[in-house]
């Protein structure tokens, strides 16, 4: 350890290039990550908010933004099952929105049943009751320049409908490059031109001591030209959809290995620099009958320090651009273990870029050091 250490100070410069590499690497990772990880949690959110336990789909539906209206008799028919406790609808489609000052845009409207979980921001939820009306519409304050009221409440149109924007929510920004508003489901059907009985999703709960899967299998033999699945698995199917489909996520996934991929060559170059500029050192080591094991500790030693050290510089800079990231990218999101997470690539990469130095410290003649 002394003597790897004194090998990396000897040459100050050196080190920093190494530590700034690593820190980069350790950067880009760290901030790739978090926007793969957010754009997976916005991908699949609104269905994460419900408390149902299962979603009936049109056939084919990838993702919450892209359903199809059901049939009415699929809510009927579906109640009828043994075991479901009870049913609610969801509906989601763009509408075209007017502000106050006349400008249009397009936003994504979504409406529910007031039971159809706690944390889905609809305004006839219990926990809103008395404090804003029924016929409420609600934004999210990351998207206050794009809905442009210029207080609250402000009425406004949607699909030259009237409408009253009366609360502004969080956590539920937009990632489709439009605006969602939310909105009770009576109200929805009427902005969208939908039919009393249409819904787009049919949610259910399982009453207590009633297995879901056995629910399920009923709900998908009683109802074969519909699509039935648990919250977590419509939840996986939309996260896939928007990742893979789109690739979207393949491209913020690249950019991150691109990081890992460039700190991996910047490092490599700069420790075998340093190992080749002291290799009488450890042609000396092995005059003096120092095992290859020992060499190889010596610069592996070396790698890892360099890693560590960048690493802790890379993830305190990370976070500070992380949290001013959001009021930009509001959904954005670095989960507590994606830092420590992080850090075991980048102390891998730093040993993946030690294996040259060692080969050429392990190689070198015990002679040379006569010879030097």
Not at 1 to 10: E, F
Request: proline share 5%.
């Amino acid at each position: 350890m002394k003597l790897a250490w004194q090998n990396i100070i000897h040459d100050r410069s050196r080190f920093s290039v190494t530590v700034l590499g690593v820190s980069f690497a350790v950067f880009l990772m760290v901030f790739q990550g978090s926007l793969l990880v957010g754009f997976l949690r916005a991908a699949s959110r609104l269905i994460d908010a419900s408390d149902s336990d299962i979603w009936i789909t049109a056939r084919g539906v990838q993702a919450f933004e892209f359903g199809t209206t059901l049939e009415s008799r699929v809510r009927e028919m579906a109640a009828g099952v043994p075991g479901v406790m009870q049913t609610d609808r969801v509906c989601m489609a763009f509408a075209v929105y007017r502000t106050p000052k006349g400008k249009q845009q397009v936003v994504a409207l979504v409406g529910a049943d007031p039971n159809v979980g706690k944390r889905f921001p609809v305004p006839d939820v219990p926990e809103l009751a008395g404090e804003i009306s029924p016929d409420a519409v609600l934004y999210d304050v990351s998207d206050r320049d794009l809905i442009a009221v210029p207080a609250l409440p402000t009425e406004v149109e949607i699909n030259r409908h009237r409408a009253s924007i009366e609360r502004q929510i969080q956590g539920y920004g937009a990632f489709l490059g439009v605006p969602f508003l939310f909105t009770s489901y009576r109200n929805a059907i009427r902005y969208l031109g939908f039919g009393p009985d249409d819904a787009m999703y049919v949610v259910l709960r399982v009453s207590k001591g009633s297995s879901v899967a056995d629910v399920k299998q009923s709900l998908q033999e009683r109802l074969p030209e519909v699509d039935v699945l648990t919250r977590d698995e419509f939840a996986h199917k939309s996260r896939m959809y928007w990742t893979i489909k789109t690739g979207a996520g393949g491209a913020i996934l690249t950019a991150a290995v691109l990081g890992f991929l460039i700190g991996l060559v910047v490092v490599s170059q700069t420790i075998y620099a340093n190992t080749m500029e002291n290799i009488e050192e450890y042609a000396t080591l092995k005059a003096l009958g120092a095992p290859r094991s020992l060499v190889a500790r010596v610069v592996l030693t070396q790698a890892l320090l360099c890693g560590t050290v960048g690493s802790i510089l890379g993830l305190i800079a990370v976070i500070p651009v992380i949290n001013h990231a959001t009021s930009l990218i509001p959904w954005i999101y670095m989960p507590w273990w994606l830092p420590a997470v992080m850090v075991v690539p980048s102390l891998t990469m730093c040993s993946l870029a030690s294996i040259a130095s060692v080969r050429s410290a392990l190689t070198v003649e015990p002679g040379r050091v006569f010879r030097a």
